[in-house]
């Protein structure tokens, strides 16, 4: 090994030694950064246009778009969750009262008021209560008193870590604030650092920045209208609690298998069984026709018409998203699965374009294999 060879391993292995390092120190804010980056990443066109409005002063446009995110976004989300967390526990505390005092027996009467196959399940409901013996109570007891307490010790972990969260919350708006201004300049230091061709690192920022947008934008509108519109139908309907199962409704709908229904449909089957069989039925219609229906058609309105992810990458990416990143995941696992397809496609577009054709719709144009594949790149949820 020349010496030359040898300087360039050891300065590589330095500079990825500190650079962990400095991964390790950074580590406990990576949650507030990337809220930031995808706060960034979905307004930075409106940023664009206020920097024009305002005659290119950077560090005005910066400052109103930090405090309109503040104002506009994380302060009725913050203030949502909170009154969210009450109501939950306010239902829990209702629920437990109805459970302890022996109301569930007679819930055969109102499921006899079902049309058509009241008698039916009110003998089944019976026959299950009946021999399980006080079972089914003390289940859903302890099911509720479980919630309930993930909700309290939230609330103590909220109340004891307030000056972290607010530490962490002032690290957002702090990075949110230079991501606008110096959000070109961060951009080209990283296009300038990587060590591929201009015109292969101009295809790979493109893709990925197109994809990046397209995945927050059309999860996170698309999830607070299904959750804004399954609570105001909640509220309209009289069903007490509507802003918990509104927001709950919310994050449900991020996920990729039953979403919003896992809220509404119990809902809905309350009502019914509680006599209020026209509230129900309109609740059902409302939860099929229009929120089940807003991600078939407003999602696709706000990345452009673009197909989905494959069914089952999807629902592992977000699960496990989920389970590693905490609820930050459910948007970083559609990310990174779109990001690795991407990427994938446009390696096979630059480097096998005399294959015998792409694995995701397969084409006699390369060209057009990329589009099929970054179309499905593009929509998450």
């Known amino acids: 090994m020349s010496r030359r060879q040898l300087f360039t391993v050891t300065f590589l292995l330095v500079f990825l030694l500190l650079l962990w390092q400095l991964g390790l120190i950074l580590s406990p804010f990576f949650s507030p950064i990337l809220w930031a980056v995808i706060l ?66 007679d819930i055969g009467v109102v499921l006899a008021k079902v049309p058509g196959v009241g008698g039916l399940i009110q003998e089944l409901a019976g026959r299950l209560i009946v021999s399980g013996s006080g079972q089914v109570e003390d289940s859903l007891l302890e099911g509720g008193r479980a919630v309930s307490g993930f909700l309290l010790s939230q609330g103590a972990d909220f109340a004891r870590n307030a000056l972290l969260l607010a530490t962490n919350f002032l690290i957002m708006l702090f990075t949110l604030f230079f991501l606008f201004r110096d959000g070109p300049r961060t951009w080209d230091t990283i296009f300038r650092a990587i060590p591929l061709e201009e015109e292969h690192k101009a295809k790979i920022f493109e893709r990925l920045n197109t994809t990046m947008k397209a995945v927050v934008r059309g999860t996170l509108l698309t999830a607070v209208a299904q959750g804004a519109t399954a609570g105001v139908t909640y509220y309209l309907l009289g069903v007490p609690f509507s802003v918990f199962l509104g927001a709950l409704s919310g994050l449900l709908s991020l996920l990729p298998v039953g979403g919003t229904a896992i809220v509404w449909a119990p809902v809905a089957l309350y009502l019914l069984f509680s ?19 807003m991600d078939n058609l407003l999602q696709p309105l706000l990345v452009g018409g673009k197909a989905r992810l494959p069914v089952l990458p999807l629902f592992l990416a977000s699960l496990g998203g ?50 099929a594949a970054h179309n499905l790149a593009d929509k998450t949820v």
């Open 40 to 105: 960034a990443t979905t307004t930075y066109p409106v940023y664009i246009r206020l920097l024009a409005c305002v005659g290119q002063r950077g560090n005005v446009a910066a400052g109103i778009m930090t405090g309109g995110v503040l104002i506009m976004a994380v302060a009725p989300a913050l203030y949502g969750m909170i009154l969210a967390g009450q109501q939950g526990v306010e239902a829990y505390a209702q629920a437990s009262e109805w459970l302890k005092g022996g109301h569930l027996k």
């Open 275 to 293: 006599g209020a069989v026209a509230k129900g039925v309109i609740l059902i219609g409302i939860g099929l026709g229009l929120v089940g229906l």
């Open 322 to 371: 989920l389970a590693y990143f905490g609820f930050l995941g459910l948007f970083l696992g559609p990310v990174l699965l779109a990001v690795v397809l991407v990427t994938f496609v446009i390696y096979q577009e630059e480097y096998q374009q005399q294959g015998s054709g792409m694995i995701i719709g397969v084409t006699s144009d390369p060209r057009e294999d990329l589009r």
